[in-house]
């Protein structure tokens, strides 16, 4: 299971409706793909449709797709948004991974 925070949710939120797209009908597609520094990257976007091998969750209202290859690594990850000064954006807090780089757009497991 995939799970979003409360900031998370609200910046998602925003973020869906200024891109045109319904929560009702949409949902945040996470995904992993080879890259990055560490060997895998994260992979955020929005979707309308699902394909037969998705996991499908739903976490504060939000829906999120989750392909099987990608599944694997992101169980009991828990999507973060931070604001704060040290930079703005969404986090991957991952307990799967056992290496990440700076950035914390790539892991390594």
Known sequence: MVKISETAQIQLSQLMQQAGFDAQNAYVRVSVSSGGCSGLSYNLDFDTTLKAEDKVFEDKGIKIAVDKKSFF?????????????????FLFNNPNASRTCGCGESFAV
């Open 73 to 89: 690594y992101l169980i009991g990850t828990t999507l973060e948004y931070s604001g704060g000064l040290n930079g703005k954006g």
